[in-house]
C-alpha cells in the first residue's frame, strides 16, 4: 500500500516561510499526480495546490496563489510545498494526498485522490 508521511510543520510568525515535504513509499511516485489540502479547526478540508505526474503543471486556490509553491522530486519520491508570507489563516494541519495517473479528475476535490498522509500542523502567530 502506498504511504505517505509529511514533514516541515511548525511555529512561525506572521511573515515567515517554512517548507513542507511528502515522501511517498510504496508507490511509483512519477506516476502520481499529487495535492497538497489543508483543514483548519472546525473547518472542512480545503485544496491548496496541486501538481500533475507528467509535464509538472501546477495549480493553487487563488488564496495562496503568489505566496506557495508546489514541487516534485521524483528521484526523491517527494513532493513539496514552499510556503512564504505566511498569514495566521494559513494555520491548520496540511495534507498530502496521491492521485495515480491524474485519474481522479478534480483535483480540487479531496475525493479524487487516492491516499493520503497523516498531516503535518502549521501555526502562524500573528
Known amino acids: 500500500q502506498v504511504q505517505l508521511v509529511e514533514s516541515g510543520g511548525g511555529l512561525v510568525q506572521a511573515g515567515d516561510s517554512l517548507k513542507l515535504s511528502c515522501l511517498v513509499s510504496n508507490g511509483r511516485f512519477s506516476s502520481y499526480a499529487m495535492g497538497w489540502f489543508r483543514q483548519a479547526p472546525g473547518k472542512e478540508r480545503e485544496f491548496v495546490a496541486h501538481i500533475t505526474w507528467i509535464h509538472d503543471e501546477t495549480f493553487y486556490a487563488d488564496s495562496v496563489k503568489g505566496r506557495f509553491t508546489i514541487s516534485r522530486h521524483n528521484a526523491k519520491n517527494t513532493v513539496y510545498l514552499q510556503m512564504d508570507s505566511l498569514k495566521p489563516e494559513d494555520t491548520a494541519i496540511y495534507y498530502c494526498?496521491?492521485?495515480?495517473?491524474?485519474?481522479?479528475?478534480?483535483?480540487?476535490?479531496?475525493?479524487?485522490?487516492?491516499?493520503w498522509g497523516q498531516g503535518t500542523q502549521v501555526t502562524v502567530a500573528s
Open positions: 494526498a496521491s492521485d495515480f495517473l491524474g485519474r481522479g479528475g478534480d483535483y480540487a476535490a479531496p475525493r479524487s485522490y487516492d491516499y
